[in-house]
């Protein structure tokens, strides 16, 4: 797939050079919003959840294009993977984690920071937002068990936390994609486009993730906040992600 970038306008110089043949996972806990990701990554539009991922899907190559200065550049991504949420598939998950230079770990931040405004929060609300902390925590325990068995882990791996934000109706169906009006307006997701807002939510989610996972991390984690939701809001996100793994 190829995805055209204006880069004038959304990236810095050669932001996707870093990536060129590099290997990226994609981690975290169910209907979080990987499958969107990887999609969107793909083919530049969101498009609606095909719920949990059974198995892991990869691309073996991923062309991304893009334009900086009237000149005309392209990477190759070597493998994207999106595997299943489910914590019943830990070999998957771990060999995921050992075999990729850069993971990107995706979380539900409106459950998380409570943050569906539209919405009472129900039991089974709740039971979610208890589910995703109790993975979150999980996850990351194996992960420092996982980075002792990798001797060049310090040396060539990243990982990024994503906190999305998605859309959830008063029925409490994730409802992907809107446009970034409806998302800001009728689904309370915050307008990301907005640095002040943005700095704000990212603050609250990396203060609560960090008391989350609650032990000093083996290796370096960054953290990104945006939205799922609508294909602007999606689009910057996947370029906060690829920036803040340089």
């Known amino acids: 797939m190829e995805w055209g970038w204006d880069t004038d306008k959304n990236i ?34 969101i498009e609606p959840s095909p719920g949990s991922t059974d198995k892991p899907e990869q691309r073996k190559t991923l062309k991304i294009n893009f334009e900086y200065k009237c000149v005309q550049k392209s990477i190759l991504i070597k493998v994207i993977i999106d595997t299943p949420g489910d914590k019943a598939r830990p070999y ?20 998380v920071l409570a943050r569906n405004h539209n919405i009472a929060f129900t039991e089974e609300m709740n039971r979610a937002r208890l589910s995703v902390k109790n993975c979150l925590k ?52 915050p307008n990301f486009l907005d640095e002040s807002i943005k700095e704000d939510y990212s603050r609250e989610f990396k203060t609560i993730i960090s008391e989350i996972i609650g032990t000093k991390l083996l290796y370096d984690v960054r953290f990104v906040v945006g939205s799922l939701a609508a294909n602007n809001l999606g689009n910057q996100l996947v370029l906060s992600i690829f920036h803040e793994l340089i």
Do not use: C
Not at 96 to 111: A, G, H, M, N, T
């Open 12 to 45: 810095l110089d050669d932001l996707f050079l870093p990536f060129l043949g590099k290997k990226i996972g994609i981690l975290g806990h169910d209907n979080g919003g990987k499958s969107v990701l990887f999609q969107l990554i793909q083919s530049q539009t």
């Open 92 to 111: 998957t998950r771990k060999e995921v984690f050992q075999r990729q230079d850069y993971i990107i770990y995706l979380l539900r931040s409106d459950l």
């Open 138 to 189: 999980q996850d990351f325990s194996n992960f420092q068990e996982w980075a002792k068995d990798d001797f060049l882990f310090k040396s060539k791996k990243q990982l990024i936390i994503v906190g999305n934000h998605f859309a959830q109706s008063a029925d409490q169906n994730i409802v992907i994609p809107v446009s970034d009006e409806r998302a800001t307006e009728d689904f309370f997701v």
